[in-house]
C-alpha cells in the first residue's frame, strides 16, 4: 500500500517537474506566432471569447448579477476565471437568487441543499456554525478568497450582505495553503453594480424578530469609473431559551476605482455589532442523557437559569480589504487581495451546573470570557495567457502570507442557588476574575505554481504545486508554557477534463492538503502535518439548450499523520492514524424547465477510522455524519427581476442516520420540509418562508463524549419578508 502510494505521489510530481520546466511566456509580437492549423484557430477563438480582458470588478459583478439561479464560473476552484465545467474538482455555487427564494438568513440554511456538507450546527445566539465537508471537520474562514487564520472566535458574515458562496469540495492546499482536507467555503460579498441599484427589506418572523435592511449602488461618476456599493441591516429576537434575546446590526460599504481601461481597484469592508442579552451559550434544545442531573426531572431546555442583569455577551467585527486587478500586456495580467480582519467578544453569564434529587434547586455557577483575534492576508497572483505549439497555458504564478493572532481568557466562580418553586433571581452576582488565558499567533506564506493546459480541441488539464511554511505559537500566560510549532509543506494537484461533446465533460483529479500540527512524541521528536490526499472522478453535464448544471463526482478521501495514543505510554501521542471518506455526491440544478426552478442533491458518505493504534477504533464512523443525505427543492419563481404574480416553491431534506462519538448510540433518519410563498407586483415582493414545516424535532449533533446531552432542532420557523426595488 505504502509502495504504490509512493509511486502515484513519484508520477504526479514528475508531472509537475514537467510543467515548471516549460520556459515561461514573454510577451511576443505576430511574426512570431507559428502559424495555426484551423483547428489551432478555433480553439484559440473559442478561448478568447471565454477570455475577460480584465474589466475588473465590472466583469465580475455583471457575471453574477446575471447567472440567475444556476453559477458557471467561479475562481474559487482555480483562482483564475475557468468555467466550472473545464475544472476537475467538485464545486458548488449557492447563488443570490437561490438563496432569495428559500428566504435564507444563516449559514446553516444555504448549505442545507448542497451536497457533501452535513452535521450544520448553527448558533443563533453567536451567529457561528459548525460543520463538516466529505465527513471532516470544517472551521475555516474564507471571505472574497480570503482567509481569516486564526480568527476562531468569528461569527458568520451575514448572509443578507452576500452575492453568493462557494462550496470547494476536497483538498484545496496548492491555492489556500493549510486547511481542511474536506475542503474551503468562500463567502462572496455583494459588489459595486455598474446599473443603479435600490433595495429596502422590511422582515419579521418567529421569535419575534424583526429586521430592516437596505441595499444600494450604482455609478458615482458619469464616466462610471467610480462605483459604489452600501448594504445594511440590523435586527432583533428573542432566543431560544426564555428571557434572551439578540440584537444584530452590520453596514458593509464597498467601491470601486477603475482609472484606466486595464485597471480595477475595489475596496470591501464590512463591520458587525452581536448584542446578547439573557443566556448565550443554550444553541439548541437540549435532550438530558443519563449521567446528567437534568436527565428525566422534565425541566424544559427553554427555562432560564441566569441572571438577567448579568448575562451579557457582546461581539464587535470587522474586515477591511482590497481587491486590485491589473492587464499588465496581451499575456500577462495580475491580481492581489488583501484583508484585514478584527473580531473581540466579552462574554459574562450564570449557568447552571446540576439538579438537587428533589428536582427543587438548581446550583449554580459563573464564568467570565474573553475572546479576541485579528488576522491578516495578502495574496498576489500573476497569471499569463499563452501558447507552446498546439498547447494553450493559462500559467498561474503566486505568493501569499497569512497571519493570525488570538487570545482567550476565562474566569468562574460560584454563584447562588435558584428554587424553581420561587425563581428567586436578582441575586448579587460576582463577577469572576480571569484565571486562564491562553494566546497564539500563526504565521503561513505560501508560494504557488499552477498550468492550465488546453490540446488536442478538447482536452483541459490542471498541474500544480505549492510550498508553504506555517508557523504557530501558543503561549498558556497563566502558567508561563510556549509551545512553538515551525513545520513546512508541499502539495500538489493534478487533474484532466475530457470535451465529450453535447455539454458531457468526464474528469479525473488528484489533490492534496495539510493541516499544522502542533505537539511532540514521547522521544520530543516535533509531529508532521497531517495530510489529505484525494482521487476524485467524475462529470459535469451543462445542456446547450437549457440552463442547467448536472454533475456527479466518486472520491476517496484520506486524512493522514492523525494523532493516536502511543501504545508504549499512553501519556504520549503518535501520528499512526488515518480517517478516511470514500462517496458519491449528485447534484442537479435547473432553472425555469417548463416554469419550474429545480435544485436536487443526493450524498453517500463512508467516512470511518482505517488506522488507529487502539484496534477497537478501527471501523469507526465519523460522528454525526450521515451515510446518507439527499434534497430537492422546486419552485415556480421566475428568473430575474422579471417575476410578477404568485410563486411558490418547497423542499425536502433527508439526514440520513447517524452515531455518535464512541458509535454506541444510533440517531434515525429524519426528512424535513420547507414552503414558500411569494407575491411580486410594481416593484414589490412579498415572501413567506417556512422552514421546518411540520415541526420535526431531530438531533443535530451529540456532545455525550463530553456532556450528557444532545442538542435537538428547535423546530419551525416562519419568516416573512416584504422587498422594494426601484
Same mark, same amino acid.
Given at each position: ?16 517537474? +514537467? ?137 458568520? $458574515? ?8 462557494? =462550496? ?9 495553503? /493549510? %486547511? ?24 419579521? %418572523? ?25 448594504? /445594511? ?16 446590526? $452590520? ?23 452581536? @448584542? ?98 485579528? +488576522? !491578516? ?21 503566486? $505568493? ?85 510549532? @515551525? ?33 511532540? !512524541? ?172 411540520? @415541526?420535526?424535532?431531530? =438531533? ?9 446531552? @444532545? ?16
Amino acid at each position: 500500500m505504502k509502495k504504490t502510494s509512493r509511486t502515484r505521489k513519484s508520477l504526479l510530481y514528475a508531472l509537475l517537474s +514537467s510543467s515548471l520546466l516549460w520556459h515561461l511566456p514573454m510577451t511576443a509580437n505576430a511574426a512570431d506566432e507559428v502559424a495555426s492549423t484551423p483547428e489551432q484557430t478555433a480553439a484559440e477563438t473559442d478561448s478568447s471569447q471565454r477570455e475577460f480582458i480584465l474589466e475588473g470588478i465590472e466583469v465580475t459583478d455583471e457575471r453574477l448579477k446575471e447567472e440567475g439561479y444556476i453559477a458557471k464560473h467561479s475562481t474559487i476552484g482555480t483562482k483564475t476565471d475557468t468555467p466550472l465545467s473545464e475544472t476537475a474538482q467538485s464545486i458548488s455555487i449557492i447563488t443570490r437568487e437561490q438563496m432569495n427564494n428559500r428566504g435564507v438568513t444563516n449559514f446553516a440554511e444555504a448549505l442545507g441543499y448542497t451536497p457533501g456538507v452535513t452535521s450544520l450546527f448553527h448558533s443563533g445566539e453567536g451567529q457561528t456554525y459548525g460543520l463538516n465537508i466529505r465527513g471532516f471537520s470544517y472551521d475555516g474562514a474564507y471571505n472574497n478568497g480570503s482567509s481569516r487564520l486564526g480568527s476562531y472566535y468569528a461569527s458568520d $458574515f451575514d448572509m443578507y450582505s452576500l452575492e453568493r458562496v462557494e =462550496v470547494l469540495r476536497g483538498p484545496a492546499s496548492i491555492l489556500y495553503g /493549510a %486547511g481542511s482536507p474536506g475542503g474551503i467555503i468562500n463567502n462572496v460579498s455583494k459588489r459595486p453594480t455598474t446599473e443603479p441599484l435600490r433595495e429596502i427589506q422590511l422582515q419579521t %418572523g418567529s421569535s419575534d424578530k424583526f429586521s430592516g435592511a437596505l441595499d444600494l449602488g450604482g455609478p458615482l461618476t458619469e464616466d462610471g469609473k467610480l462605483l459604489f456599493r452600501l448594504t /445594511a441591516l440590523k435586527s432583533k429576537e428573542d432566543l431560544y431559551t426564555d428571557s434572551s434575546t439578540k440584537e444584530h446590526s $452590520f453596514i458593509a460599504p464597498a467601491l470601486t476605482w477603475k482609472p484606466a481601461e486595464n485597471t480595477s481597484l475595489t475596496l470591501l469592508s464590512y463591520f458587525n455589532k452581536d @448584542d446578547l442579552k439573557g443566556t448565550t451559550e443554550e444553541l439548541y434544545r437540549r435532550n438530558y442523557l443519563p449521567g446528567s442531573s437534568f436527565y428525566g426531572s422534565g425541566i424544559s431546555s427553554k427555562t432560564y437559569f441566569g441572571e438577567g442583569d448579568f448575562d451579557r455577551a457582546i461581539r464587535n467585527q470587522s474586515q477591511i480589504g482590497y481587491i486590485l486587478e491589473h492587464k499588465i500586456n496581451d499575456i500577462w495580467s495580475m491580481t492581489q487581495t488583501a484583508s484585514h480582519f478584527h473580531t473581540s467578544m466579552t462574554q459574562r453569564g450564570v449557568t447552571a451546573d446540576s439538579l438537587d434529587s428533589a428536582n427543587q434547586t438548581i446550583s449554580r455557577s459563573t464564568k467570565a470570557t474573553g475572546r479576541y483575534g485579528s +488576522s !491578516d492576508s495578502i495574496d498576489t497572483n500573476f497569471q499569463a495567457k499563452w501558447s507552446s505549439g498546439a498547447v494553450t497555458h493559462t500559467t498561474l504564478l503566486g $505568493f501569499d502570507y497569512q497571519e493570525g493572532e488570538y487570545n482567550w481568557r476565562w474566569g468562574g466562580g460560584s454563584a447562588p442557588d435558584l428554587d424553581l418553586s420561587t425563581m428567586n433571581y436578582g441575586q448579587a452576582i460576582t463577577m469572576p476574575a480571569y484565571s486562564y488565558i491562553t494566546a497564539g499567533k500563526t504565521k503561513q506564506n505560501g508560494y504557488y505554481l499552477q498550468d492550465q493546459l488546453k490540446f488536442g480541441g478538447r482536452w483541459t488539464a490542471v498541474l500544480g504545486g505549492r510550498y508553504d511554511r506555517y508557523d504557530n505559537i501558543f503561549r498558556n500566560v497563566s502558567n508561563g508554557t510556549t509551545t512553538i510549532t @515551525d513545520q513546512n509543506a508541499f502539495t500538489g494537484r493534478a487533474g484532466i477534463v475530457y470535451d465529450a461533446g453535447n455539454g458531457v465533460m468526464p474528469y479525473i483529479s488528484y489533490n492534496e492538503s495539510f493541516e499544522g500540527q502542533g505537539g511532540s !512524541d514521547r522521544h520530543g521528536k516535533a509531529f508532521k502535518p497531517t495530510t489529505g490526499q484525494q482521487y476524485e472522478l467524475g462529470v459535469q453535464y451543462e445542456p446547450k439548450k437549457m440552463n442547467a448544471r448536472f454533475t456527479a463526482a466518486i472520491f476517496d478521501l484520506r486524512k493522514q499523520n492523525v494523532l493516536t495514543t502511543d501504545p508504549v505510554d499512553t501519556f504520549f501521542q503518535i501520528q499512526t492514524g488515518e480517517v478516511a471518506s470514500k462517496g458519491l455526491e449528485l447534484e442537479a440544478n435547473m432553472q425555469a424547465f417548463k416554469g419550474v426552478n429545480l435544485t436536487l442533491a443526493y450524498t453517500l458518505l463512508n467516512n470511518k477510522i482505517t488506522k488507529d493504534s487502539d484496534a477497537a477504533k478501527v471501523g469507526r464512523r465519523t460522528e454525526n455524519v450521515p451515510r446518507h443525505s439527499a434534497s430537492l427543492w422546486l419552485d415556480t419563481v421566475k428568473p430575474g427581476d422579471t417575476a410578477e404574480g404568485w410563486s411558490f416553491g418547497g423542499g425536502l431534506r433527508y439526514i440520513g442516520s447517524r452515531y455518535n462519538y464512541y458509535n454506541t448510540r444510533k440517531f434515525g433518519g429524519s426528512v424535513l420540509t420547507d414552503a414558500m410563498v411569494r407575491y411580486d407586483t410594481n416593484g414589490w415582493r412579498y415572501a413567506l418562508n417556512v422552514t421546518n414545516v411540520f @415541526d420535526k424535532q431531530y =438531533v443535530v449533533s451529540s456532545a455525550d463524549y463530553w456532556a450528557y446531552y @444532545d442538542s435537538v432542532d428547535t423546530g419551525r420557523k416562519v419568516t416573512l419578508t416584504a422587498t422594494y426595488r426601484w
